[in-house]
């Protein structure tokens, strides 16, 4: 006997969330990265605070791009793997370990409002599917990257 699948979803809808949450993780991943190598490479006054903020959000972010993947294999689909498979599935750019601290908080900051629109619209994806696991997934990253957007504008002074 083979292993199918019958999860309540057709095929069509299962790739259509999966392409989503791929969107998802892309980006995930990258900021992920970003925060980690500004984590080592931030400079300047501020520098302990900044590296521990940055520290909170990229382990929390490293926790999560496992759990976005394994939804993706949750339906049947297969995760992507490989540094330029990544590169090609998202629009953030590598970080700059020469900028100055500020521009450095700045660019992640505006990295996360890039997530948060994709988990958006990936969100209406999965809704249009039924997809309650993934809606439920997504819409708490959702709230993980405004906090860590909020937490960047704050540290920037801003609302
Ligand atoms: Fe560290």
Known sequence: MTATIDTGFTKAE???VARELTKVLADSFAVYMKTHGYHWNVRGPEFFSYHNLLEQQYREMWEALDVLA???RSLGEIAP???STFANL???KEG???KAAGDMLTELMKDHETVIATARAA???ADQASDEATVDLLTERLG???KFAWMLR???GGR
Do not use: C
């Open 14 to 16: 299962r790739s259509d």
């Open 70 to 72: 394994e939804r993706i």
């Open 81 to 83: 793997q490989g540094h």
């Open 90 to 92: 998202t629009s953030i």
């Open 96 to 98: 700059d370990p020469e």
């Open 123 to 125: 969100i209406e994806v």
């Open 144 to 146: 993980a990257h405004e």
């Open 154 to 156: 704050a540290t920037l």
